[in-house]
């Protein structure tokens, strides 16, 4: 089974929450011929009247089936009525304004793909890029420039069942108002110690009104996830990518600036029973 993709995402991109299935380890958090149910939050951006949502499948590696057909049958939309503050768990907060690293480390991808310029613990999280990045050309021979690196986690935080997990990252910039549409695209990933399953949510600066940190204020965003039964008793994986992609380098159809600093100031991890998720609308 190739890896399999849930999105919902802002009319305009500036948001999007996506659900991952890999078949890794035992794959049994990946769809077969049995139908099975994804249950995926996501938060709609204010002042947003609509939002989009797509499944994708991808195949990277030779050894997945690239003949698998994947279905999908039905979706169903549910509102959340607000969830009662009082009845949550704080699982974890980590403070980087005063703990430094708390234990996150610098983890770069592949070699292909060019890290940022800085990574620094002195004032929170921070990644920055590097001007200009590294010219690379993609399949078509079109230059393209890409910087991708993060700051990542194993905890010892065990996904339990019948939970509903909130993470509230909080984030800052050194973009002021005027630029902060050049902000990098930023993301939050949660995943669990099997790798089967992950939860993103990707912040991009798609246009002025967008919300994004800037001028030094610190901007939070709520990642909501639910473990289903596949992983439960394993453990959270968390990390804070940067990705700045530039596809027509020598044109204007990318304005992020990769010199603009990106920090991650604190992160706060709790945990409600799932019966707090009441519905109030489908």
């Known amino acids: 089974m190739p890896v399999f993709r849930v999105r919902s995402s802002s009319q305009d991109f500036q948001r999007s929450d996506v659900l991952v299935s890999t078949p890794v380890s035992d794959a049994s958090f990946s769809p077969w011929t049995t139908p099975r149910d994804y249950t995926h939050y996501f938060m709609q951006p204010a002042g947003q009247d609509k939002f989009r949502l797509d499944i994708d499948v991808l195949s990277f590696e030779p050894t997945e089936a690239s003949n698998v057909r994947t279905s999908l049958d039905r979706v169903t939309v549910d509102a959340i009525a607000p969830i009662d503050e009082e009845v949550g768990t704080n699982l974890r907060t980590y403070d980087f304004l005063n703990d ?18 800085v990574f620094n613990d002195e004032n929170g999280l921070l990644i920055r890029g590097v001007s200009p990045p590294q010219l690379l050309r993609d399949d078509k021979n079109v230059p393209i420039e890409i910087l991708f690196g993060y ?55 798609a246009n002025a009104n967008s919300r994004v940190p800037f001028d030094g204020a610190v901007e939070s965003y709520d990642m909501w996830l639910v473990a289903p039964a596949e992983v439960v008793g394993n453990t959270m994986i968390l990390s804070f990518d940067y990705l700045y992609v530039n596809k027509a380098p020598t044109g204007s159809l990318d304005i992020d600036d990769p010199m603009l600093g990106i920090t991650l100031t604190a992160l706060e991890i709790t945990s409600f029973p799932i019966s707090a998720a009441q519905t109030v609308t489908k």
């Open 100 to 117: 430094r690293t708390a234990n996150w480390t610098v983890r770069p991808d592949q070699p292909i793909i060019q890290l940022p310029g």
């Open 151 to 205: 700051w990542g986690s194993d905890t010892n935080i065990t996904f339990e069942s019948d939970k509903l997990y909130r993470l509230r990252w909080s984030v800052s910039s050194d973009a002021t108002a005027l630029n902060r549409a050049a902000l990098p695209t930023f993301r939050f990933r949660t995943n669990d110690s099997s790798l089967m399953l992950s939860t993103l949510v990707n912040i991009d600066s």
